[in-house]
């Protein structure tokens, strides 16, 4: 996609992090943004703050893991604006962070409902009208979780591994067909966000009698590192750059940060080789211990 102005861009998870941020960016391009979030309240003010600069937006509150939700979603967008060029599908929640016998099906259902479904639906309800116009952009926010399996993150790992899948799935259909609609695949590293605390928006049904708590050292005792962590962390706004940028290049790939780079290579050399896996204490091993 090269030309932005007048077009429309669909974001999930965008009351907040790094949806929101796309929302700003997509903002400043001059597009209508139509931003869906399951946090009413956050999206109702970070609505306005994106209509703030000078644009149409359109809030619907979505559950991404929700097909009729999604289906909603689909026909709000076209009653507003038309059907969408730019659909980045990027709402995403991380269940505690334990090894994988202590958590609960809850825990699994939850991650997999967003990360996973809230994929696969956005791709049903949005792709056959980028195809039938035969112009558009799909963003797929996956993870560098998608790409290696770090201890501890068992749903999320699974769940950010299905969206690569599905981005690599919809590239090959795309490429095999002749579109000139693109598919990208948003693999982030670490990025200040409000992620830490995903559980404030656990559906009710989901939450167990005893929630589950992370464990800190499972996370490399994030606490401990703080300041550290501010400091390495991307910002949603460089973020953001970087997928305008992607978009307008046509890029598939699109990484924030190089930490991660030596832990994939490992992974894709024993997939080669047929050697075991690369093992690290924590996710955060490529920042904490160098
Ligand atoms: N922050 C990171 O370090 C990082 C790294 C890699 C990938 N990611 C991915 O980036 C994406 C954005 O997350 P973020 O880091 O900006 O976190 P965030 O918590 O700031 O934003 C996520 C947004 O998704 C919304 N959301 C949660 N459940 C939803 C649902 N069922 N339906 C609709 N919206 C829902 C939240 O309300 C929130 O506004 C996620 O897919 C996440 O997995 C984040």
């Not at 001059?30 to 956050?42: F, H, L, P, Q, W």
């Not at 980045?88 to 409902?113: F, H, R, Y």
């Not at 953001?240 to 307008?248: F, G, P, Q, S």
Request: glycine share 6%.
């Amino acid at each position: 996609m090269q030309d932005f102005e007048g077009k429309t861009a669909v974001i999930t998870g965008s009351a907040s992090g790094m949806g929101l941020a796309f929302a700003e960016s997509f903002a400043r391009v001059g597009m209508n943004i139509v931003m869906a979030d399951i946090e009413e309240d956050a999206l109702k003010t970070a609505a306005a703050g994106v209509e703030a600069l000078g644009v149409s937006v359109v809030p619907v509150v979505t559950d991404v893991g929700d097909a009729a939700a999604m289906d909603h979603l689909g026909e709000a967008t076209r009653d507003a604006f038309g059907p969408a060029h730019l659909v980045c599908l990027n709402a995403g929640v991380s269940a505690p962070t334990i090894p994988m016998e202590q958590l609960s099906a809850n825990d699994w259902k939850w991650t997999l409902d967003v990360n996973l479904f809230g994929v696969a639906h956005g791709i049903r309800v949005f792709l056959p009208e980028l195809k039938a116009r035969n112009e558009g952009s799909v963003v797929v926010t996956a993870s560098v979780a998608g790409l290696t399996s770090h201890p501890f993150l068992a749903p999320y790992n699974a769940s950010k591994h299905a969206a690569v899948a599905i981005a690599e799935t919809l590239h090959a259909e795309l490429v095999n067909e002749g579109s000139n609609v693109t598919a990208h695949c948003l693999c982030p590293g670490m990025v200040a966000t409000n992620i830490g605390t995903s559980e404030r928006n656990r559906p009710k049904e989901l939450q167990d009698e005893v929630a589950n708590a992370s464990d800190p050292q499972a996370m490399g005792d994030l606490a401990a590192h703080a300041e550290e962590f501010v400091k390495i962390a991307q910002t949603p706004d460089a973020v953001a750059e970087r997928v305008l940028a992607a978009v307008v290049e046509g890029r598939f790939w699109i990484e924030t940060d190089a930490y991660y780079r030596e832990t994939i290579q490992a992974r894709h050399r024993s997939i080669e080789n047929r050697t075991a896996p690369p093992v690290a204490k924590s996710v955060m091993d490529p920042y904490f211990t160098k």
